[in-house]
């Protein structure tokens, strides 16, 4: 293990889509959605600390959620656990990280990665990362992994890159989540892949990039270096995140700088972004029914029901259907209502309150 190379897991996202099971307490990343005995986040820890030290290992999350990590990762140190004030989108979740690792080690490279995705193939994404790091080591690149797609997925963002024979291929456009026709267009030409959201650069690098494409995120953040690792780190970094302004490292740098390169990986993803996504890796019945042993399904299929263990379903005559308990709220939808849950989710706080979302 390097001990230059360090790991940060944002932490930080609500999971709306995901709803009921996933709230503004107690987001996806902090739930065993896979039904394996460790959450989203733990997985992904223990997925860096194999090839990453444990003690570079950071993760970046809202201070509402400073229990719930200590309570899952209980090998990570004070200084490890990075807590935003306010949601502030990605932007200034990578900027903190970066600033506050480069104040210790200037040669750091970083790998960036939501805490809330699945990979099927472990020593394939091990060996991917290590790529990625080395090349990131040695070049100036920003890089990201991209997914070959196998469908017209509008939820995803999508990258199109320059074929040749190099291993890290160069960008040449980044589309934020198309229209249907446009995605079946992208799946056809062949040179689009999507953006998993999983980067790796050096902290130089990416300073750099904030210097000249965030400059006013890079000010409040370089202001910090006398601070982070300190005991007034956490009262600057309130102050900070008051300046901040809300934006995605994807949109603020990623689709404006020309240093941008893509590393294609087949490593069995998923963003596990919504109940249709979590229905294609759940073990399914002869009926492509997911469901716990818990749960009938009679005269229907492709089903996902996620519901607790001590309670007895039964569905009937339901086909493509989501059955979602969670703390006495139950949801019965169409399974790829992704929309449709949104707005499900903004009435029911309107007309029954916040502390069923």
Same mark, same amino acid.
């Given at each position: 293990?390097?001990?230059?190379?360090?790991?940060?897991?944002?932490?930080?996202?609500?999971?709306t889509?995901?709803?009921?099971?996933?709230?503004?307490?107690?987001?996806?990343?902090?739930?065993?959605?896979?039904g394996?005995?460790? &959450?989203?986040?733990?997985?992904?820890?223990?997925?860096?600390?194999?090839?990453?030290?444990?003690?570079?290992?950071?993760?970046?999350?809202?201070?509402?959620?400073?229990?719930?990590?200590?309570?899952?990762?209980?090998?990570?140190?004070?200084?490890?656990?990075?807590?935003?004030?306010?949601?502030?989108?990605?932007?200034?979740c990578?900027?903190?990280a970066?600033?506050?690792?480069?104040?210790?080690?200037?040669?750091?490279?970083?790998?960036?990665?939501?805490?809330?995705?699945l990979?099927?193939?472990?020593?394939?994404?091990?060996?991917?990362?290590?790529?990625?790091?080395?090349?990131?080591?040695?070049?100036?690149?920003?890089?990201?992994?991209?997914?070959?797609?196998?469908?017209?997925?509008?939820?995803?963002?999508?990258?199109?890159?320059?074929?040749?024979s190099?291993?890290?291929?160069?960008?040449?456009?980044?589309?934020?989540?198309?229209?249907?026709?446009?995605?079946?267009?992208?799946?056809?030409?062949?040179?689009?892949?999507?953006?998993?959201?999983?980067?790796?650069?050096?902290?130089?690098?990416?300073?750099?990039?904030f210097?000249?494409?965030?400059?006013?995120?890079?000010?409040?953040?370089?202001?910090?270096?006398?601070?982070?690792?300190?005991?007034?780190?956490?009262?600057?970094?309130?102050?900070?995140?008051?300046?901040?302004?809300?934006?995605?490292?994807?949109?603020?740098?990623?689709?404006?700088?020309?240093?941008?390169?893509?590393?294609?990986?087949?490593?069995?993803?998923?963003?596990?972004?919504?109940?249709?996504?979590?229905?294609?890796?759940?073990?399914?019945?002869?009926?492509?029914?997911a469901?716990?042993?818990?749960?009938?399904?009679?005269?229907?299929?492709?089903n996902?029901?996620?519901?607790?263990? &001590?309670?007895?379903?039964?569905?009937?005559?339901?086909?493509?259907?989501?059955?979602?308990?969670e703390?006495?709220?139950?949801?019965?939808?169409?399974?790829n209502?992704?929309?449709?849950?949104?707005?499900?989710?903004? &009435?029911?706080?309107?007309?029954?309150?916040?502390?069923y979302?």
């Amino acid at each position: 293990m390097k001990t230059n190379q360090y790991v940060v897991i944002m932490a930080g996202g609500t999971g709306t889509r995901l709803w009921p099971v996933s709230t503004t307490a107690k987001p996806k990343q902090f739930h065993d959605l896979l039904g394996v005995g460790k &959450s989203l986040l733990r997985m992904t820890y223990e997925r860096f600390a194999s090839q990453i030290p444990s003690e570079n290992i950071y993760i970046v999350t809202n201070e509402a959620y400073d229990d719930l990590v200590k309570e899952q990762l209980p090998e990570l140190g004070e200084q490890q656990i990075l807590l935003e004030p306010n949601k502030r989108n990605t932007a200034p979740c990578v900027a903190y990280a970066a600033y506050k690792i480069a104040s210790k080690d200037p040669e750091a490279t970083m790998v960036v990665a939501p805490a809330d995705h699945l990979i099927l193939k472990e020593d394939a994404f091990q060996h991917t990362i290590s790529v990625a790091l080395d090349h990131a080591e040695k070049e100036d690149t920003l890089i990201t992994l991209g997914m070959h797609p196998n469908r017209p997925e509008t939820g995803y963002g999508y990258i199109q890159y320059i074929p040749d024979s190099s291993v890290v291929k160069k960008v040449k456009t980044f589309t934020e989540k198309p229209e249907l026709d446009l995605a079946k267009k992208f799946l056809e030409s062949g040179d689009f892949v999507w953006n998993a959201g999983i980067f790796i650069w050096s902290a130089k690098s990416i300073i750099s990039a904030f210097e000249q494409y965030l400059p006013d995120l890079s000010e409040i953040f370089s202001e910090g270096m006398e601070h982070y690792y300190k005991g007034n780190e956490r009262l600057f970094i309130n102050k900070a995140y008051t300046q901040c302004t809300s934006i995605s490292i994807d949109f603020g740098i990623m689709e404006k700088a020309e240093n941008v390169y893509v590393l294609l990986a087949d490593i069995g993803w998923s963003d596990l972004g919504n109940w249709e996504s979590l229905h294609e890796i759940r073990q399914k019945d002869e009926s492509d029914n997911a469901k716990p042993d818990n749960a009938l399904c009679f005269n229907g299929k492709g089903n996902i029901i996620n519901i607790d263990q &001590s309670k007895l379903v039964v569905v009937d005559g339901l086909s493509d259907y989501l059955v979602a308990e969670e703390d006495g709220v139950i949801l019965i939808c169409r399974k790829n209502a992704e929309k449709e849950i949104r707005e499900i989710v903004n &009435s029911v706080k309107q007309k029954k309150g916040e502390q069923y979302i």
